[in-house]
């Protein structure tokens, strides 16, 4: 069974930065390319970033791009995000999400999320 | 800042047919990529729902159908059901933002 568990949100001020992670399980992790999607507060799904499967690529969004940094650790089956210069609209919850590995560029299993607020 | 469109908000009885559209451009949907749907019931994690315009993973009721025409999608779910409300959201590939998602859409069960 797909499982993937993220941890390392939390409250953090202005300018601030924070590292997700999100550990994975039940598939080959070092096959699959994977990302992080962000809900805001009753808005709808943003699109963050994603890492390919040998970690030799990421791709980001324009209003992370510079600040975030995706990667992962291919011995532990983690995937982190590096957040950086931290705003108060990227107060949101982060999702994990494994791609499907088939084309189309959609993901098949996502993580129960974990909040991240941006607050003096 | 979303460039798929989808109505706010869709309703309907139990038992009816409702649609969901998802509108795109010619660098998302009309350039040929993919749409797929997801599904996000109130307080969970989104779940994949339909993928490739109109495959549906394992587990997922045959009440749910999606197409693909032109720079357009759509969702349908037939025979709709009070487990059903939840909000739905488009996804598809867009050359200059990469992957993208619809505004999405609430859809309620009278």
């Known amino acids: 069974e797909v499982q993937l568990l993220e941890s390392g949100g939390g409250l953090v001020q202005p300018g601030g930065s924070l590292r997700l992670s999100c550990a994975a399980s039940?598939?080959?992790?070092?096959?699959?390319?994977m990302g992080w999607v962000r809900q805001a507060p009753g808005k709808g799904l943003e699109w963050v970033s994603t890492i390919s499967s040998s970690g030799d690529y990421t791709w980001y969004a324009d209003s992370v791009k510079g600040r975030f940094t995706l990667s992962r650790d291919q011995s532990k089956n983690t995937l982190f995000l590096q957040m950086n210069s931290l705003r108060a609209e990227d107060t949101a919850v982060y999702y994990c999400a494994k791609d499907s590995g088939r084309s189309g560029w959609y993901f098949d299993y996502w993580g129960q999320g974990t909040p991240v607020t941006v607050s003096s | 800042q979303s460039v798929l469109t989808q109505p706010p908000s869709v309703s309907g009885a139990p038992g009816q047919r409702v649609t969901i559209s998802c509108t795109g451009s010619s660098s998302n949907i009309g350039a040929g990529y993919d749409v797929h749907w997801y599904q996000q019931l109130p307080g969970t994690a989104p779940k994949l729902l339909i993928y490739?315009?109109?495959n549906r993973p394992s587990g997922v009721p045959d009440r749910f159908s999606g197409s693909k025409s032109g720079t357009s999608a759509s969702l349908a779910i037939t025979g709709l059901q009070a487990e059903d409300e939840a909000d739905y959201y488009c996804q598809s590939y867009d050359r200059s933002l990469s992957r993208v998602f619809g505004t999405g859409t609430k859809v309620t069960v009278l």
């Open positions: 490739a315009n109109n």
């Open positions: 039940g598939f080959t992790f070092s096959s699959y390319a």
